[in-house]
């Protein structure tokens, strides 16, 4: 996987530059995002997602451009929102197996398979059943990852997973990603330090809308 952003800009409506000729190549395994609030992270994860249009430069997903190739992009990547909803009635076997039937999945056992697996994955088999209403926050995130798994991409991006969640539902949710992201791209967008230290051998700092450091955890809090 390569994600290349090129000299991306952003203003909006009210006259905020969110990024500023922001440039940042991602390849292969966990990159992290660090950066205070109003960075401009989540603006550009809702690019690189398709879901809102730079003012100018570009980005690409294995060359495949994320303003003009919007489905194509969709179709491999996978985005948790910070505040992701999720439908409280249902539980997360429900959910996950209605998702794979609409991803074209109809072959009960292989949908059987595929779900169970996922739920294990998530540490979410013992509340499969359960109403998504009930779920902490931790257990809704792993539960957005199952979701975001279930489409098999080459890239996930998590904006701010962690804040909110309690420390041992904070660990559980960072041993997941750093399961998952020895198979899949994952981005991970956060204000905590210790997120990135942690788990992600490339990452780059954001201020203002603009790449300040990029580099190894090492390199590049070292000159914080
Ligand atoms: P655009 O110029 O991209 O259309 P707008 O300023 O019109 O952007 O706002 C689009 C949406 O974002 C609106 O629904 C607005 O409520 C919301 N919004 C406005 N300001 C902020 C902000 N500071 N942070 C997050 N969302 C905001
Ligand atoms: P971060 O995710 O790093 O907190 P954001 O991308 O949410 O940063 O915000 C960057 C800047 O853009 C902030 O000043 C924020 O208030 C502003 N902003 C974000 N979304 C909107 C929007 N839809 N409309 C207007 N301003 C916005």
């Known amino acids: 996987m390569s994600l290349e952003i090129v000299g991306v800009s952003k203003t909006y409506g009210n006259g905020v530059k969110a990024l500023k000729n922001l440039t940042l190549s991602i390849g292969n395994n966990m990159f992290g995002l660090l950066g205070p609030n109003g960075a401009g ?3 550009l994860m809702r690019t690189i997602a398709t879901l809102q249009d730079p003012d100018s430069g570009s980005v690409t997903l294995d060359g495949i451009d994320v303003v003009k190739q919007k489905n194509e992009v969709r179709r491999i990547l996978g985005y948790l929102p ?13 959910m996950l ?5 609409l991803k074209g999945i109809t072959a009960a056992g292989e949908r059987r398979e595929m779900v169970d697996a996922l739920l294990h994955q998530t540490n979410l088999w013992d509340a499969g059943k ?3 209403s009930t779920y902490s926050g931790g257990m809704k995130q792993r539960f957005g990852i199952a979701q975001a798994l279930l489409a098999n991409p080459r890239l996930i991006i998590v904006d701010e997973p962690t804040a909110g969640l309690d420390p041992a539902e904070r660990n559980r949710f960072l041993n997941l990603l750093a399961s998952i992201g020895r198979d899949v791209t994952v981005i ?5 330090v210790e997120d990135v230290r942690e788990l992600c051998p490339r990452m780059a700092i954001i201020a203002a ?3 300040l450091l990029e580099g190894s955890p090492s390199e590049t809090l070292r000159a914080l």
């Open 41 to 43: 992270k989540s603006s």
């Open 82 to 94: 910070q505040e992701f909803g999720v439908y409280p009635r249902m539980s997360a076997l429900d």
């Open 97 to 101: 197996h209605h998702l794979a039937v």
């Open 130 to 132: 359960k109403s998504l």
């Open 188 to 192: 991970l967008s956060t204000h905590i």
């Open 209 to 211: 809308g603009e790449v």
